[in-house]
């Protein structure tokens, strides 16, 4: 098995190289970015709107044991069960501990990013339960075995071709290309599994202390109808997501869709406060929320990187990454890819493992310019460079250093790269482009810059 | 121990430590004031509304003409009931499902069409072979075109979601501004006790997960309609 970094590579040389690949994630990217520039620009001052987003989800998460407290106690008011998980492991335990207790067969999940992180699908699978994917999009991946691509759009390297040859084969359908009559396919089939489901699942966008709520954010009204119908509900959310007040929705809701599809606002975006209450007809008649750490708390521990934890899952930085728009979201090898992924991913997985991450990335600063709250992705980036090289130094660039460090301080020896530079460069023809060229992976794909016919000092000296 | 004191430990030393303010990137002048909470000044940030109530039901007309929602706004009950009637003989109606209340009960009688009743214990699979749901609402917001409803007001979690058609029923001073509005009346009216599900409905249900393409009725309404009387 090779290494998280190995495959990287391996995987990154595929696909910068597959035209294809390439036009379809250009081409919702593009639609994408039409979409957000407009409804950013409806904003009356929207720089204003995401200064406020930061400080408002830094006060939760630097207050984060208070408001914790808050949501317990008012969710628990109401009669919903609350959860805690430290691990992805004890998660997995408590949700399949529901499903047993309620001899629940099938389960619908709604989009939950969480679910992924804890691998739900494959342990609920494990222990014979059928589970369906609701979303559009997870409900494709899911058919095709693989993990989402993106955290917002999960479908976005597929065609519609390739969506209808998959639902010709694992549906039965024989629908056309048609991308209106492939939803109608899928809504079909989910229709169904709604009523008839033991457990309804769900991820969450935003909790609030202050009233003990789960806000779910969605454009299908799969959410809403996995929330309305099953008689168990299971929500399963990091213990970042807490905001202080109901009202701070007001800029977070707008501010989510404007960076995560470029929409005002979503189609459906629900505030649960509980399960079925006294009076009410439908609803859960029980509600499990799940809290999970999963060494969120390491990173919180991280003074630096804590406003890692600020994020709110948009995926506008993988959007604009350059990184992720050569290489694609299934090459990290991670739930959460792009510079989000990049940052938080060693912190929650091992820096060591992981650290490549953040040397795949040109550092433009996209990223930290786009997050609506204004986490400093391409500095954490190099944060993460300098405690992987300190945890860890490299021998080959410490020897690298040494002898420039050596060289540079001896004029002697200085004044000898000139001349051999220039003898380097007319041998170097004969290697090039082969395994012997020292210069090989520069030169694969690129051309060596061209040595000056003489150095500063030889021209300073020669000067008439 | 338990888990959550486990955690509770663990975040409480993480936080002994202080992080720095969020950044600016070098940016500097746009702080929201430091007097209550951040997001407190909402309205002065997020698009424009307009301060008469023209203004808010124009804007409100033009989100939901974008949205692919429907509105008709009737200047009293008579013109709502021919409205109504309209709509139920082009769609071909034949059983709607609604909850009580003073505008849905009129609405019913009106259509003189079964219907299923989602405010006493109903079967899931009678509503969703209804043609429409109609409901009323808590809001309609002018800022971004969305229905507020609550499963007090809007006869709980399944009827505005699972019939094929959603249809509200709101009256004029339903029309707030902005979303900063909306949630004032939450807190208004509901404080003391919140309904289990509030939901702002913006449009009809929508993907766009094959190729970034716009198609309504992904799961949810693939029609939603919105009188205003």
């Known amino acids: 098995m090779s290494s998280p970094s190995q495959q990287f590579t391996e995987q990154a040389e595929v696909l910068t190289h597959d035209l294809r690949h390439r036009d379809i994630v250009q081409t919702a990217l593009r639609k994408y970015e039409v979409v957000r520039d407009k409804s950013r620009g409806a904003f009356q001052d929207y720089r204003s709107a995401r200064q406020a987003a930061a400080e408002t989800k830094w006060e939760a998460v630097n207050h984060l044991d208070k408001y914790l407290e808050q949501l317990t106690k008012n969710l628990e008011a109401r009669g919903t069960k609350v959860h805690w998980a430290t691990t992805g492991e004890q998660a997995r335990e408590i949700i399949l501990g529901i499903i047993r207790e309620k001899k629940a067969r099938s389960i619908v999940k709604s989009k939950a990013m969480t679910s992924e992180e804890i691998h739900l699908n494959h342990a609920l699978e494990h222990e014979g339960f059928e589970v369906v994917e609701s979303d559009l999009g997870e409900f494709i991946v899911q058919l095709r075995k693989e993990a989402p691509y993106h955290i917002v759009f999960p479908a976005m390297h597929l065609t519609r071709g390739d969506i209808k040859e998959l639902f010709n084969r694992e549906l039965k359908s024989t629908s056309s290309d048609n991308p209106e009559e492939l939803t109608m396919v899928a809504r079909r089939v989910l229709r169904q599994k709604y009523i008839h489901a033991d457990i309804g699942f769900t991820g969450a966008n935003f909790a609030i202390a202050e009233t003990g709520m789960v806000s779910i954010t969605e454009n299908e009204g799969n959410a809403r109808l996995t929330a309305a119908l099953p008689k168990t509900m299971i929500t399963l959310l990091g213990i970042e997501k807490v905001l202080p007040r109901l009202e701070d929705l007001a800029l977070f809701l707008p501010l989510l869709a404007t960076s995560g599809t470029g929409q005002a606002l979503t189609c459906y975006n629900t505030m649960y406060g509980g399960p079925r209450q006294p009076g009410e007809t439908d609803g859960p008649e029980e509600w499990h929320v799940v809290l999970l750490d999963n060494r969120r708390t390491e990173l919180l521990a991280d003074p ?49 493992d992981w650290k490549h991450l953040s040397f795949s990335s040109s550092l433009c600063g996209a990223c930290s310019e786009t997050c609506p709250v204004k986490i400093d992705l391409a500095h954490h980036l190099l944060q993460n460079r300098r405690n992987a090289s300190e945890q860890k130094p490299s021998f080959w660039w410490q020897t690298g250093f040494r002898m420039f460090s050596f060289i540079f301080n001896r004029p002697a020896l200085y004044k000898l790269i000139g001349p051999l530079g220039r003898i380097g460069q007319k041998l170097h023809p004969l290697v090039k482009g082969t395994k012997l060229d020292p210069a090989y992976s520069w030169t694969k794909t690129r051309e060596a810059p061209k040595i000056a016919p003489q150095t500063f000092k030889e021209y300073w000296r020669n000067r008439s | 121990m338990t888990e959550r004191e486990k955690i509770f430990a663990r975040i409480r030393e993480a936080l002994t430590v202080q992080a720095p303010l969020p950044g600016h990137h070098g940016e500097t002048g746009h702080r929201p004031a430091s007097n209550g909470a951040p997001s407190a000044h909402a309205r002065e940030w997020l698009p424009p509304t307009g301060d008469s109530f023209e203004d808010q039901l124009a804007r409100f007309r033009a989100n939901a003409a974008d949205l692919k929602a429907t509105f008709y706004l009737a200047n009293n ?53 209804c043609d429409a749901g ?29 019939p094929p058609h959603h249809v509200v029923i709101a009256r004029r001073d339903q029309l707030l501004r902005d979303l900063p509005a909306a949630f004032e009346l939450l807190k208004k009216k509901y404080a003391a006790n919140y309904p289990s599900m509030i939901s702002f409905i913006t449009g009809p249900s929508r993907t766009g997960d094959i190729e970034r393409i716009l198609v309504l009725g992904a799961h949810g309404p693939k029609k939603l309609t919105i009188f205003c009387v």
């Open chain 2, 77 to 129: 009950r008579d013109e709502l009931a021919k409205l109504l009637l309209e709509l139920r003989d082009v769609e071909g109606w034949k059983k709607v499902a609604s909850h009580g209340g003073e505008l849905t009960d009129a609405a019913c009688k009106t259509l003189a069409l079964p219907v299923c009743r989602t405010d006493q214990p109903f079967d899931a699979s009678e509503l969703e072979a």
């Open chain 2, 134 to 162: 109609i409901t009323e609402c808590d809001a309609l917001v002018a800022q971004t075109g969305s229905v507020l409803v609550t499963n007090r007001s809007a006869g709980g979690r399944a009827l505005s979601v699972l």
């Open chain 1, 304 to 352: 630096e990187q804590r406003d890692a934890l600020h994020c709110i899952r948009c995926g506008a930085c993988l959007n604009v990454c350059p990184i992720f728009r050569n290489v694609g979201g299934h090459t990290y090898g991670t739930t959460y890819s792009g510079p989000i992924g990049s940052v938080i991913t060693p912190h929650l997985r091992g820096l060591q």
